[in-house]
Structure formats: structure tokens, C-alpha cells
């Protein structure tokens, strides 16, 4: 079957650096995404990969490893405002995405 | 980027009544269109899949003849929650793909209050 695993929360302090990892099961693979959800609000696109490596935009990086099944979300230099849950999303070869559940990112001060 | 606008952002209806969502694509043709569900503190539930001048595909244990989806224009697809109840409030969120699209764009989302 199509699985995502993610983990439930993290927790980082202000003006560090965290990383969010992400698992996949899916039949086909057409890229792997990241979303920033603040409570209340619908997902906001963070980022894509497709192929194997590090893709840098700012103070956020996501990285890919298709053989492995594996993606990460790294984000630098923290922010009260990071405060999010951060989806990670697997497109499947019907071009459907596969859904994590979700990793709740508290920051602390 | 692309925008994906769903309206209304949150409605309060009576049990036993029904409610239509829209969500339109503003500069794309969205072949598919996605409905999701969110309870509180939980990921995004897929409910349909819809796409353009097709019957959309309902995931397990949605009702399709509770949430009705249409998806009659490139443009625009509605969701309406039919004879709702309070265990229908939610959140309910659009996204949308085109032709050969690499990302899905996401609606403002729907909050749902039934009373």
C-alpha cells in the first residue's frame, strides 16, 4: 500500500536549525512536496523534488533520496513564526498525492 | 504562482440543511480538482477526486450522495454537503492541478459550522 510517515511534533529553539523527515510508500513516484500549515489556515506550498539532492530556497532546504524513500525539511535560523505543522506529500503515478499526517513544529524562545 | 480561490471561508448552517463550497482556478485550467476534510489537530482527509466534465472518485467511506461534487468547467468545481449535521463541521479545503502540473494549488479552505 501508499504510506507517509512523519514524525507527530518537534520541538527547537529560536534561531536554531531543525530537520523533518519523511518516509514514502507509493506507487510510482512524480516528486515529493512540502507544506507549511499554520492552525486555521490552509497549506502553503514550502517545496518540491523530484530528483536526488538538496534544493536550498532561503532559510528552508528539502532533500531527496528516491531510493531510499526518504525526503527531508530543514529549516535554519528559527522563527517564532516557524510555528507550524509541516505536511510532506508523496505524488503517486496518477499524479495523486500520498498525504502525511502531519509534524507539529513548536519553537521555543 | 498560481491561485486557487474557495469561497465562502467559513459558513454557520442549520442541521438539516445544505451548503455549497466553490472553488475556483483563477489562471489555470484545473483538470483535477481535490476535496478535502480537516478535523481539528488532524491531516488532511481526502474525500473526491473530480475530474473536469467526469464523476468524481470518491475515497472509502465518503458518501457521495452526502457530498455532492461537480466539476462541469476547467474552471470551477463546487462541493455541497447535503442535509448537514454537526458531525459535518470541519474544515474543507480545495486544491488543484493542470495539465502537467508539479504542484497542486490549495483554496483558502472552508470552515463549516453546523448547528
Not at chain 1, 512524480?30 to 492552525?39: D, E, P, S, T, V
Not at chain 1, 516557524?82 to 519553537?107: E, H, P, R
Not at chain 2, 475530474?51 to 461534487?69: C, H, M, P, R, W
Request: charge should be neutral; aromatic fraction near 12%.
Amino acid at each position: 500500500g501508499q504510506n507517509i510517515d512523519q514524525p507527530t511534533e518537534m520541538t527547537a529553539t529560536e534561531g536554531a536549525i531543525v530537520q523533518i523527515n519523511c518516509t514514502y510508500q507509493t506507487s510510482g513516484f512524480n516528486g515529493l512536496f512540502w507544506y507549511q500549515q499554520h492552525a486555521g489556515e490552509a497549506p502553503t506550498f514550502l517545496s518540491y523534488n523530484v530528483l536526488d539532492g538538496l534544493e536550498e530556497k532561503g532559510r528552508f532546504s528539502s532533500f531527496l533520496s528516491r531510493s531510499k524513500g526518504y525526503s527531508y525539511l530543514l529549516l535554519k535560523e528559527l522563527q517564532m513564526k516557524d510555528s507550524a505543522s509541516y505536511l510532506c506529500a508523496a505524488m503517486d503515478s496518477n499524479y495523486q498525492l500520498i498525504w502525511g499526517a502531519g509534524t507539529k513544529l513548536i519553537i521555543k524562545p | 504562482g498560481a491561485v486557487v480561490s474557495q469561497h465562502p471561508s467559513w459558513v454557520i448552517c442549520k442541521s438539516g440543511t445544505s451548503v455549497k463550497i466553490e472553488c475556483r482556478s483563477l489562471d489555470f485550467q484545473a483538470t483535477t480538482m481535490f476535496w478535502y476534510r480537516q478535523f481539528p489537530k488532524q491531516s488532511l482527509m481526502l474525500m473526491a477526486t473530480s475530474n473536469e466534465g467526469s464523476k468524481a472518485t470518491y475515497e472509502q467511506g465518503v458518501e457521495k450522495d452526502k457530498f455532492l461534487i461537480n466539476h462541469a468547467s476547467l474552471t470551477l468545481s463546487t462541493l455541497t454537503v447535503t442535509s448537514a449535521h454537526p458531525e459535518d463541521s470541519s474544515f474543507y479545503i480545495c486544491s488543484a492541478t493542470g495539465t502537467g502540473a508539479t504542484e497542486a494549488f490549495f483554496g483558502q479552505g472552508t470552515r463549516l459550522t453546523v448547528v
